[in-house]
């Protein structure tokens, strides 16, 4: 299974279908993979979520109607999926400039947005350190605070996390520490998105704890997270904090996934550092994934 093939049929099918409704599951089916996990490959590898994607090509596709038709604007804006025209104009309006009306017109400058193709590039090899394992099911106990997704650069939200746990905290968590991985970790789950879209961009909400891997009795102060018996991949990160985990982070998906024949399972996901003083050019983290098998890639066929 040549993975970038069945993500381009996937886009095929959304092209297909612009003007009806896209199946997320027919969408997964079509790339061998899990809806979620679809989802995920697809906002790392094109830079936007996949409902983005569908909104702008519908939005484009729109023009082309526009240009070339008399139908009704009420029409378009209900093939398009908006409920009225008025969502439909403002959608219109935000991302070329004009309303719909204007946009019959001539000498009105209009923005193109060209379906999209997968394809492999070569940029030299980066080597990723990474291993396997089987874990039984075990508890995350800590704090925990709803915070909103941030991809690059300090997240405000989680240092003032880390700033409201005392000396005395972190001793008591530590001591409740006895599974790998060990000590102080953060650990994000139960991901939040807006109704209206299908993937996670930033902005979008997340339970974060700080805490540590157990399976004694946790004191009732500790909030708790039971995480399942499974199969995680275990990656290895060196370098620049907190810019080299992002693009690890970003890597994995984009990268990594398509190629390994595993998908990730949507289960949390934990960060293991080395310790609270990330300064250091070399700062070394572990990002543990859980994971299951996927379909094994086959580039050549």
């Known amino acids: 299974m040549n993975t970038f093939a069945q993500l381009n049929k996937a886009m095929q099918y959304i092209e297909e279908n612009l003007m009806g409704e896209i ?158 991985p060990m000590g102080i970790l953060c650990v994000s789950a139960n991901t939040e998105r807006l109704p209206e879209r299908t993937s996670l961009v930033e902005g979008d909400y997340l339970d974060q704890y700080i805490g540590v891997a157990t399976t004694k009795v946790v004191p009732e102060r500790w909030e708790i997270l039971s995480v399942d018996a499974c199969t995680w991949a275990v990656f290895t990160i060196v370098g620049e904090f907190p810019k080299t985990l992002q693009d690890t982070w970003a890597r994995i998906f984009s990268e990594w996934f398509p190629t390994s024949g595993y998908e990730s399972t949507g289960g949390p996901e934990i960060l293991w550092n080395e310790s609270p003083d990330t300064s250091k050019s070399d700062y070394k983290s572990e990002l543990w994934i859980p994971i299951t098998k996927g379909r094994i890639p086959n580039l050549s066929d």
């Open 23 to 180: 199946d997320g599951q027919e969408l997964s089916q079509i790339a061998y993979c899990s809806e979620y996990h679809f989802r995920r490959m697809f906002s790392f590898l094109a830079g936007m979520s996949l409902s983005e994607y569908i909104r702008r090509r519908r939005l484009a596709l729109a023009v082309t109607i526009l240009k070339n038709s008399e139908e009704k604007i009420i029409d378009i804006a209900l093939r398009m999926g908006y409920n009225s025209p008025d969502a439909f104009a403002k959608a219109f309006q935000n991302m070329h400039g004009v309303s719909p009306s204007q946009a019959r017109k001539s000498n009105v400058i209009l923005k193109a947005f060209p379906p999209m193709t997968f394809y492999i590039t070569i940029q030299g090899g980066n080597e990723m350190n990474y291993r396997i394992i089987e874990k039984e099911a075990f508890f995350i106990a800590g704090i925990k605070k709803r915070i909103p997704l941030i991809y690059e650069g300090k997240n405000p939200h989680m240092d003032s996390m880390w700033s409201s746990l005392t000396m005395d905290d972190f001793t008591e968590l530590k001591q409740l520490s006895n599974v790998e």
